[in-house]
């Protein structure tokens, strides 16, 4: 595709389901992060994967949040036991290296 | 502490009228510092990064490192301008180019 692609673009659940986000990046692009926009909190840091080097995990909120790439491609961020403070718009944004990112369009998570 | 500052949640103009979006930052490093632009209904896309020193759409920013800014200003706003702006930076070397970001102005040219 010419562009990022993130699916779903919305999700609603209740609280404490477990809920899988997907992400599949720009192809060729070897960097690939996840952001959380929040309601008055602006966009954050969850997650880095560069190549077959160890992730950046540095920014997850939890431990109830976790993050695979699989093949140096398409990515999933899963959350566990969701709670109400989920509830955001979590962006995906792929690069080629050392340049700027590419974002998604989102998936809009709410929680119940 | 790393942080980007942008003051003004809403700036409203008029259109022909110039504008300037303020940035701040606080970067214990050399950084690098973007200005991404999200309008009604479409995804955030980069408008520039300071290494680049172009002008896009009439927007230009330039970095200072002595008032630690990076300002976005046009000269003469469009109503097409219209958009919210998140100022953002990274850092300048490596390959974790993780952003972090300010919390965006929503700017609004009227007619």
């Known amino acids: 595709g010419a562009g990022v692609s993130q699916s779903p673009s919305n999700k609603v659940t209740e609280k404490g389901k477990d809920v899988e986000l997907r992400c599949d990046p720009i192809?060729?692009?070897?960097?690939l992060y996840w952001y959380r926009q929040s309601l008055g909190q602006g966009l954050e840091f969850l997650i880095y994967f560069q190549g077959n080097s160890a992730p950046d995990k540095s920014g997850l909120p939890s431990d109830r949040f976790s993050a695979e790439r699989t093949g140096g491609s398409v990515s999933t961020l899963t959350i566990q036991r969701t709670q109400q403070e989920d509830s955001a718009v979590y962006l995906c944004?792929?690069?080629?290296?050392?340049?700027?990112?590419?974002f998604g369009d989102g998936t809009r998570l709410s929680i119940l | 502490a790393q942080r980007v500052t942008q003051p003004e949640k809403l700036l409203s103009v008029f259109k022909g009228a110039p504008v300037e979006l303020k940035c701040n930052y606080s970067y214990s490093g050399s950084p690098e510092l973007f200005w991404y632009v999200q309008y009604s209904r479409q995804r955030l896309q980069l408008l520039l990064r300071?290494?680049?020193?172009?002008s896009i759409k009439g927007f230009t920013a330039d970095l200072n490192k002595g008032e630690t800014s990076f300002h976005l200003k046009k000269p003469f706003a469009q109503e097409e301008d219209s958009a919210m702006y998140y100022c953002a930076l990274s850092h300048n070397a490596g390959n974790n180019r993780k952003l972090i970001w300010g919390l965006g102005t929503s700017l609004a040219v009227n007619p």
């Open positions: 192809s060729g692009h070897t960097a």
């Open positions: 300071h290494i680049s020193r172009e």
């Open positions: 944004a792929s690069s080629a290296q050392g340049q700027p990112q590419h």
